[in-house]
C-alpha cells in the first residue's frame, strides 16, 4: 500500500514569509508526528496527533510553528515568519496507534529559507 | 528526557565485510527502531525491537533491555549498505522518538 507522502519536497522561501507543509499519512494510522532534521544531525521531534488533536506539542520550538490535523488524516505544518535557521528537513511520521508501534516516514520536505 | 548514543560514529569497510553498530540508552524504553537513511534522505524502516533478537536477510538486531542497549549487524556488507543508520526510541512514558547521532557506513567496492 501507499506509504507517507509529504508535499512539497522541496520549499524555498524568503526570511519572514508564511509557509505550509502537507503529510498524508499511511491510510488508518491514528498517530501522525512531525520530525525536523538538520544537517549532520539525528530527527528531532517536534509534535504529535492522536486523531485530531495535538497530544504532544512540547517538541516545538517556539509560537511561530503550528500544526493541524483536523479530520484526523492529513496535517499541515505552518511556520510564520520564516527564519535562516528554520532551514532544515521536515519529517513525518505515522503509526497504526501511538503505542508501541512502528513510526514509518515520509521522504521530507526540504526547507530552505534564504 | 532520554539520552541516546551511537557507536562508532563513522565506519569504512570493504564490500563483504562484516559490522557491529551499538546504540545506548539512559531508560527505560517501550519502542526501539533501527532505520537505514538513503543518500536521498529516506529513512527506512530495519527492525522495531524494543527487546530480543530478529533477523532480516543479512541484517539482524539485538536489543538487551535491562541493560539498555540494542546492536545492529551486518554480514558480507554491500555497497548499496552505504548510508547513516540511527537507532531511535521512546520512553515508557511517551510516543516521541529520540534519535541518536546515527553511523555513517561507508561500504568500499
Known amino acids: 500500500g501507499a506509504g507517507v507522502s509529504q508535499t512539497p519536497s522541496n520549499k524555498v522561501t524568503e526570511k519572514g514569509k508564511y509557509v505550509e507543509l502537507r503529510c498524508d499519512p499511511i491510510s488508518g494510522h491514528t498517530a501522525l508526528y512531525w520530525y525536523r532534521q538538520s544537517l549532520g544531525q539525528g530527527p528531532e521531534f517536534l509534535i504529535y496527533?492522536?486523531?485530531?488533536?495535538?497530544?504532544?506539542d512540547s517538541g516545538l520550538p517556539n509560537d511561530r510553528f503550528f500544526a493541524v490535523r483536523p479530520e484526523g488524516s492529513v496535517s499541515t505544518l505552518k511556520i510564520q515568519r520564516t527564519e535562516r535557521g528554520d532551514s532544515a528537513v521536515y519529517l513525518c511520521?505515522?503509526?497504526?496507534?501511538?503505542?508501541?508501534?512502528?513510526?514509518?516516514f515520509g521522504p521530507g520536505t526540504r526547507l530552505t529559507v534564504l | 528526557g532520554i539520552q541516546v548514543e551511537q557507536s562508532p560514529p563513522d565506519l569504512i569497510l570493504q564490500e563483504g565485510a562484516n559490522s557491529t553498530l551499538r546504540c545506548n540508552f539512559s531508560d527505560s524504553v517501550n519502542n526501539l527502531q533501527w532505520f537505514h537513511q538513503n543518500p536521498w534522505g529516506q529513512l527506512i524502516n530495519l527492525f522495531y525491537i524494543p527487546s530480543g533478537t530478529k533477523q532480516n536477510g543479512r541484517l539482524s538486531a539485538t536489543t538487551v533491555a535491562t541493560e539498555r542497549y540494542s546492536l545492529l549487524y551486518i554480514s558480507s556488507s554491500q555497497t548499496t549498505d552505504s548510508g547513516v543508520y540511527f537507532c531511535?526510541?521512546?520512553?515508557?512514558?511517551?510516543?516521541?522518538?529520540?534519535f541518536g547521532e546515527g553511523t555513517q557506513l561507508t561500504v568500499n567496492p
Open positions: 496527533f492522536q486523531g485530531t488533536g495535538a497530544a504532544d
Open positions: 511520521a505515522s503509526s497504526l496507534t501511538a503505542d508501541y508501534d512502528t513510526q514509518y
Open positions: 531511535a526510541v521512546c520512553e515508557t512514558s511517551g510516543s516521541r522518538l529520540t
